[in-house]
């Protein structure tokens, strides 16, 4: 069943029809807003509106205050549901229309790490498909398989619609702490859901539930009001550079050994001495959920974490923590471990045929001490660097041993990550985007930049990565850095390849591990290893990169890099206007594109550039420091793990 409801608070800010000076931005002006009846009207004047209609979606009796009120010149929600007898409900919608000057496209937001984000056109009215309550498709938020199942005009926790030509008009979460918050649009509509993806929220009378804030904010740059949604959360920005090392993951895949970790940190010892990480990705351990080595690392964790510390690096470590396959004892000795479906049957995940998995449910005591002390206990044994993967599995939906939302469980192995490791240098990947914020030093921005199946590197691959780091790029430095995964430069990839491999490292200021095998790297291309491992290139981490014209670099939404290969639909900027005072321009698409540089110097080549047009061959990036430009550099604590 499904009804409007009224919403009980009303209140407005501005003074409706008041004329805009001349010398004033409409995209920055004041709001003027209200709330009459079951509706909620917005408008920027001269610059654009909404009108949003609420409606619960559910059984029973359920009333609503939206919590509306200015603050800085945004609109903020914190809506409360209130039953009015006992209800069962699966959703709270905002739906009405809205509008922006020129021809707006959606900056959409992928719900979890490996997700697409990107800029998509809109639909029109007749083409956006609904589900049977009225909601779009959005899809994506299920386990690993479910990323093709998003839709291109729907965003997750927040969304951001503009163009270069006209104003913008930007909706996101204040927190993700509690629900799934979604948006969706057409070229008229909108759509704000709380929920709606299965979970069921159960109220008695006079029951509430307070759900995640809503900030609504318009402006003319894009850019500064996407960097709002991170500056209006309650995180704190980090403040030490990001690491710089090597990962085993790209090259030597689930075979890795210790004795592959040690070659290879001596190279990287010899190409890069003042890097800081050497991280064992998947293959160190038996199967997920049995976390100790197997026997390919005959030292233990403990002695080969001691001889890395020793060496001068930081021990880093692989984890699936909220996965556990079924083979092990972990899940053979615990019924109750684990979350269920909506049927009361354990999930189920099998990453593509290697392994066969249960997601753990942080929710039941014992489990949660168990994981906690897996963590502890490798901490102890010297890994002061996690990388922790396909966490999205703790947010899935379904019943658990506490009757909480997936957001709130997810919520709740943040908590415990951070309790059990609260020194470590914390990399979180496959998670969900908002719900992560707060609990991780760095974030993995896009999906894989190679895969096993196929073992060579591509520069479509790089291309989709590209465009996430772009995607990404206003929440680098702000929850966290951005990782726009391993820097990879041997063959087939070509030498101009390289380059761009390098420079999109460079605009994305994050996490700089290489993940070649540095052995045979140093042997087949020292000078690739050379420009990789350079201590002047490196030094862009922590850095901030603006691109010119994001909003023409319109893309189409798959499901992964791999299907990008075959069907390039990707675009993104070329060129970068660095914090430091660079210019950085990039070309990972597959036909030659021309670009205007400024006189000075590039630094890849270490070379003087005249300037002007420059044609850049597939592939290739180029960094110039123009004449007359004194770099500037952040100022972070050096690395202190």
Known sequence: MRWLVPVLVVAAAGCPGEPVPDD????????VWAVEGDTLTADVVGCGGLALTARVVGDGQVTVDLGAHDADGALVLDPVLTARGDAQVRGLVLEGTWTLGGSPRLWRQGYQSWSWSGVVTLPDALSLPLDDDGLPAVGGDGDAFSLPQETAHTSWWGALLGSDAGGALLAHATSAAHDRVWMGFDAAQAWVVWGGRGETWTLADGATRALDGLRIAWGRDSQALAASWPAHTDVTPPAVVPPSGWASWYE?????????????????????????????????????????????????????????DGDGFTPGL????????????????????????????????????????????????????????????LAGEGIRYFKLDFLYAGAEVGLRHDDVTGIEAYAQAMALFRDALPDAFLL??????????????????????????TADPDRAYARWQLRQTVARGFLHGRWWWNDADGLLVRRPLTDADVSGMVVSMIVSGGVWLLSDDLTQLDADAPDRLALAARADLRRFRGTTAVPRSPWAAVSGLDGSPLIESFQPDDTHPVVWDLSTGHVAAVNLMDAPVSVELPVGHELLADVDTAGGATVLAPGEGVVVLPDGVAPTWPELAPWRW
């Open 24 to 31: 004033v931005d409409p995209c920055d002006g004041p709001i």
């Open 252 to 308: 030597l895949w689930a075979d890795v050994s210790e004795q592959d970790v040690r070659d290879n940190a001596a190279v990287l010892a010899d190409a890069a001495p003042d890097a800081e990480v050497v991280q064992i990705d998947d293959g160190w351990s038996g199967p997920w959920g049995d976390w100790h080595p197997n026997a390919r690392f005959p030292s233990g964790i403990d002695g080969l974490a001691s001889d890395l």
């Open 318 to 377: 692989w984890m699936a923590p909220l996965y556990v396959d079924r083979s092990t004892s972990t899940f053979q000795d615990h019924d109750d471990w684990w979350v269920r479906d909506l049927d009361g049957v354990p999930l189920r995940f099998t990453n593509a045929g290697t392994g066969d998995y249960a997601v753990l449910d942080v929710t039941h005591p014992d489990a949660a001490a168990w994981l906690h002390g897996e963590l502890t206990r």
């Open 428 to 453: 979180a990947c496959g998670a969900p985007l908002q719900p992560s914020a707060g609990t991780f030093d760095a974030y993995r921005s896009g999906a894989d930049i190679a895969f096993e199946l």
